[in-house]
């Protein structure tokens, strides 16, 4: 343990021989969590005693001060509380039920309002102007991330792109990350979305009831190919999601909703422990895969992927392209922007699936638009300005069900005056995507799946030309200003190619007779964590016709269907294989460490309020 202590703090520059690599390799290769429960370094912290003292201070400072406000600035509208804690009974419920109840507060407090939380403060954005505004218009003042408790160090240990804190290494991460989407995007991600896609079709055509696994498989290996050249790197971000995801949601550890836990110290401290033990293997997972590239690299094997470019710069001039990363550096931004493409984009292909079998005759439009332009074999990136509905699905699930429906806060770094009204610096701002992608005035019948408002003259979300509209440039659900999402090509790309597959071989409907009434089809219910997913449920999938079927079948790339998830009693080759817990052994589903919990059937089917 102490030994993998030492291995995460430390920096390792790459040497040729990529010795410290393997030592890395090995030092944290048999990691468990531990509690200790030895307290005697809690009454001798010197830590936990001034922590102590300065949450007395502070929260004696809340009761008796209040900060003098510039003539003629405003508070924001606050939702009332207790001093220092808040109003913890509004910590949100999951996914999008916490943006509803948001949204409730919006109509009472306005498009902008404070909500104070345990010693924190955070405000809440209901419209596009206001956060288009604050996080573009002004986007230098806020582009910060905020700490979270489970995992102090996702700010400031350089690890996540995602979620770390505004400065010189995330703008060389960032930059970073648009010369390969920049190099990598035109050439369709050196086709591994679509080799891919011909895997998943043979695994739905096997096992159709294990859809939701497939979709997951699906984002894992493609991610996995794209960052790495090799599929079966996707297994380590499946390994690690699922802690990583839990550990950023108000709905994974407690200690997300009680802040203050993080005043105790390592010793009594079990989340401090198992980020220590998270860290040390994301670092492993994250150089094990780039060292990997390297050898075949060297020996003029490596397929094109994102690591190879970053190779390939060594040689060139990167400094000109906007960044300068040692070998750790290149490991963590190659492995954290990948990171975050299998639960973002599994999101919206759970979602695709709810959406067919709800709205069946759209469905038979769009295979009939892709019949017409690829009559006898699957849809390419070529023949997308050709499918403006197969376009218009993709745009449409995305805003139906957002991924990230409240989006990834964005932190004031310094005060700042938003039309008469304070903002003060450190305060979290969250933009409510969910209410955004259903503002009235641009998205009327906001909560149908209604692909034709991108389509059709009549919505005001119509562009033309059709051959490029609609598409996912620009679109708010990928966030704002310089902390916008950087995967949007990818999306677009992954997205398009595998829903043209899906709709060009397969009727995807709700189960007719008793097996649909045992089995209805979700609205909104989805997992309880920041990224979701709509909860896996049971439909049918039926391959169009046997041409399809044989089509499938001979396509050279499906010889191997691309199952990643290893059965439990199968033997294993590496520590990052993929295994199914015996208590999800076929012919159960497979539920990601509870990421896609089916949807079982409830008592009563929930009803919703109007306008939701
Ligand atoms: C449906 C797909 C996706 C959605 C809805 C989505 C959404 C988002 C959102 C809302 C943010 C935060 C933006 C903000 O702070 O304003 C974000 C950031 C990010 N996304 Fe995505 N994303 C998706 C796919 C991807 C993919 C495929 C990748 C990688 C290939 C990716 C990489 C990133 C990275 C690296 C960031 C951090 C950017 C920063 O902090 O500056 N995303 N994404």
Known sequence: MEASIQVSSDRMPYHEDNSSVAA????????????????????????????????????????????????????????????????????????????????GLHKKYGPIYEWYIMGTLHIWVETDKVARDLFVTRQKKYCDRNDLPATVKVKTGGQLLPLMGYGDQFKRYKNFMHYIMRNSSPKAFYGWPVVENKKTLRRLLETPDRWSEHMIVHCARTIGSVAWGDPQHGSKLLQMVPYLLKSVSPAGPIINKLSFLANLPEAISPWKQQEKVHYARVRKAFWEALTDVKERHDKGLVADCWSSLWFQAQDQEKEKAGFKMDWDEAAHAIGSSSFVAIATIGGPLHAF???????????????????????????TTEDMPNLPMLRATVKEVLRWRQPTPL?????????DIYEGYLIPKGAIVHANHYLISREESMFPRG????????????????????????????????????????????TQTELTTLLGALLWSFNIARHSGRRGDENPIPWYEVNPFVITMMKP???????????????????????????????????TTSEWDMVRPE???????????????PFGKPATMPTYAPGI
């Open 353 to 379: 699936f709810a959406a067919m079998c709800h709205y069946p005759a759209w469905q038979a439009k769009v295979q009939a638009e892709i019949d017409r332009v690829c009559p006898d074999r699957l849809p």
């Open 407 to 415: 989006g990834v806060p964005h932190v004031a770094m310094e005060d």
């Open 537 to 571: 449920f049971d439909c049918s999938i039926q391959v169009r016709s046997e041409a399809k079927r044989a089509y499938i079948l001979e396509q050279p790339e499906a010889q191997d269907a691309g199952y990643l998830i290893r059965s439990h009693d199968e033997p």
């Open 583 to 597: 208590s999800e052994a076929l012919p159960k589903p497979y539920t990601w460490e509870g990421l896609t919990v």
């Open 24 to 103: 890395a390799a090995a030092s944290t290769s048999d990691l468990q969590p531990v509690l200790s429960t030895d307290l005697t370094p809690l009454l001798h912290s010197k830590f936990l005693w001034g922590a102590s003292l300065l949450l007395f201070f502070f929260i004696a400072r809340t009761f008796t001060s209040k900060q003098k406000l510039p003539a003629g600035v405003k508070r924001l509208p606050r939702l009332p509380g207790l001093p220092y804690i808040g109003r913890p009974w509004d910590v949100p419920g999951p996914g999008v039920a916490a943006a509803w109840h948001f949204g």
């Open 447 to 490: 909560e149908e799946f209604l692909p034709e408002r991108w389509i059709d003259p009549a919505y005001p979300t119509y562009k033309e030309p059709l051959t490029e509209f609609p598409n996912l440039r620009g679109d708010t659900g990928f966030g704002y200003g310089n902390r916008a999402c950087p995967g949007v090509d990818l």
